[in-house]
């Protein structure tokens, strides 16, 4: 058996569940960064989900990934008691900013104080076309990450105050894993009892979804994964790739975005952009299809509390948690959720 606790917003639950487990390890998953898409709001973080795994005795600190940096993740690390030299690795689901406009930070904060090493993996899209034309390119995105701190001269001053950093700034800290569009999940990355696959969804050109096993669970990161049909008529908004890749996890963590968004519910939100993101009813019915134990809402289109999403302001006013949890329970889905908050986190635990 093994316990899985839930705490966010002060409430902590608990419950178990039978899994196969090896003794005294633990996977704790962090949302450090609910922010849906590029609006601020209320100092929300930008998307991310900080996935910890090891002993009870490392506070589950063995292995430390990051997926996705939005704004602000540095904070969120800080309060989660992850300094940016523990991160072994950051993967990226997609190079919109909102996912990664937090990773230069956390590089140029690495090369300050750890440029001694290790570097970090950066996994993510091999450069991917668009059928529009434009390539996006996490290996450009990566090269370039500290070239405003370099041509604004701040590199110099500082590499002359402590030659022992790192030249060529924070980019020298990062080893890119580029992943080529995997139609089946494919492992990308490995550290000891932790496993990492990958497969290509649909979002944005090079739109990757991630798959972390070990022995104390697993968790999926959705990241802003839809159907390949891009509007109706279709069976689901959700990706067939993410549910293939979920099969008997215990956690999906997904961006969500609420019916009321859609074309009928006044906003005047833009069909095109609605309808290439994942329902919260749909993702609650395919957590049920897919025997998830715990759905992780994130990235939430609108952020709780509200009464806009950017320029679109919601008729009926701002949504709620219920607001949230009744769209995922119209699905049938019985399982545990969390409606998503900075910091909400689970752990599992194999004992
Ligand atoms: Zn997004």
Known sequence: MATRTVLWAGV???STFAQAAIADSCLQVTLTGTQGGPPSFNGLAGAGTLVQYG????NCSDVVMQFDAGRGTTQRLSQSRIPAGKVNAVFVTHLHSDHVEGLPGLMQLRWHFNSAGPKVDLIC????KSPAGHVMSCSGFAASIGDNFIKSGEMAQRLAENPKRLAGGPADLINVVAVERPATAEVVWESGD????AVASRHVAGHLSYRVDTPAGSVVIGGDAGNDKPAPPRDSSTSAQVEALAQGADILVHSTIHPVMGPDGGTGFPPPIYHRQSTATDLGALAKRAGIGQLMLTHLIPSLGAPRQGPFKLPSGALTEGDYESAVRESGYNGEVVVGTDL???RLTAN
Do not use: M, Y
Request: aromatic residues 0%.
């Open 12 to 14: 902590v639950l608990a």
């Open 55 to 58: 002993s009870e005795d490392s």
């Open 125 to 128: 899209h091999a450069d991917a």
């Open 194 to 197: 932790v496993t990492v696959s």
């Open 344 to 346: 909400a986190k689970v």
